[in-house]
């Protein structure tokens, strides 16, 4: 299995932060396992720097 698109990563973390929905509400919308949206959201806030 190929890892999924930068641009569809990206989109899954807009509607995330942006709609403040659950990571559960976001995987079903984009199709993708919960577990994989967990790993995408939890990846960019972790390497996010303020």
Known sequence: ???Y???LR???IEVY???KIS???V???F???KSNGA???QTISTNRRY
């Open 39 to 41: 790993k995408i959201t």
């Open 17 to 19: 932060e942006q709609e």
């Open 1 to 3: 299995m190929q890892p």
């Open 31 to 33: 199709r993708v396992a």
């Open 23 to 25: 990571i559960r509400k």
């Open 27 to 29: 995987a079903q919308r």
């Open 5 to 7: 698109s930068l641009d």
């Open 10 to 12: 990206q989109k899954i």
